[in-house]
């Protein structure tokens, strides 16, 4: 099996009511339980926006420096994803078809190196 992570950037999607959002809501988390019943789904989250930015972190001197801003300048941040561990690249497109369709925007698909090689166990070894 392989890992990937699809994931789509906030920038991607529109202004959104509330309505609206509650709607893309119910349909992804259709899709994300399938995802489960196929035994698919690592992981996932959603609704990651500017809003949630809890901190940035950087090294001064070797030792880690945090601020609540200002942030990393960039043009994208990540909206939300979901790492799936399936059997190949045509699987991964068949989910975050699935996702795009669900939730009417982008979404990316990455994969991971060395499949399962990632993981760790509760007391931090691999």
């Keep these: 099996m392989t890992e990937y992570l699809i994931a789509f950037n906030d920038e991607w999607v529109g202004r959104h009511t509330a309505e609206e959002m509650g709607k893309k809501g119910v349909a992804v988390l259709a899709v994300i339980e399938e995802m489960r019943s196929h ?28 601020s609540d ?12 994803f979901a790492v799936v561990d399936v059997a190949d690249d045509a699987a991964a497109r068949h ?16 994969r991971f190196p060395n499949p399962g090689q990632n993981r760790f166990s509760s007391s931090g070894d691999k």
Excluded: M, R
């Design 39 to 66: 035994g698919v789904l690592i992981s996932s989250n959603g609704g990651l926006d500017e809003s949630t930015v809890v901190c940035s972190v950087e090294s001064v001197n070797g030792e880690p420096v945090f």
């Design 69 to 80: 801003g200002p942030y990393v300048e960039t043009k994208e941040h990540l909206g939300g």
């Design 95 to 110: 989910w975050a078809g699935k996702l795009a369709t669900a939730l009417e925007w982008p979404q990316e698909v990455h």
